[in-house]
């Protein structure tokens, strides 16, 4: 009954499976059904009272992020996502949408930020943004720092608090992570 998504195995045409298209932090035991913190948006079903209860997603976010708001909110919600390797579907990403630009790192990191304040205990975010700096920082190049800087350090709008902030309980964390979740890393 508190079953709320049902998250799918996304291959690539070839059969692959891309390391950021897993609902969890390593590609593992792909072939066993558990629960998992999150699903990847290319595939996955949502109970319609869920999503309606939940207010879907948020519009505020540039790519990506959408379905991790919305999964910690299911959490907070007290609901499961749960993995099926059966439930597959084949991934055709665009070849504009995974663009590794230092100006799409830095959306990535206000993104984080919007996402950590609204869903994670305040040392927790914190902890969690500079982890996510340090990464965004180390795979971009020098001339583009400046832009990541000023996506981590510049205040959250008016527009993207609408959701509203309401951290999970640190118990609900840990259990986030142990089954995969990225919230330390």
């Not at 205990?121 to 914190?126: A, D, E, T, V």
């Amino acid at each position: 009954p508190n079953l709320a998504i049902l998250a799918s195995l996304a291959t690539r045409d070839d059969g692959k499976i891309a390391k950021h298209e897993f609902p969890a932090r390593k590609v593992q035991e792909i072939e066993r059904p558990r629960e998992v913190g999150y699903f990847v948006g290319c595939g996955f079903i949502i109970r319609t009272s869920v999503f309606k209860g939940l207010k879907g997603f948020d519009q505020s976010f540039f790519y990506a992020h959408e379905e991790t708001d919305l999964s910690l909110r299911v959490a907070l919600a007290g609901g499961r996502i749960t993995y099926n390797p059966a439930f597959q579907v084949t991934h055709r990403p665009s070849t504009h949408g995974r663009d590794l630009t230092a100006r799409n790192f830095s959306r990535q990191m206000r993104n984080r930020k919007i996402l950590t304040w609204r869903n994670l205990p305040r040392p927790i975010s914190y902890f969690h943004l500079v982890i996510w700096f340090t990464y965004y920082l180390l795979n971009s190049s020098p001339r583009n720092y400046l832009s990541l800087t000023k996506s981590l350090l510049s205040p959250i709008t008016y527009e993207e608090k609408k959701i509203g902030r309401c951290p999970l309980p640190y118990r609900r964390i840990h259990k986030l992570q142990k089954i995969g979740y990225r919230i330390y890393w």
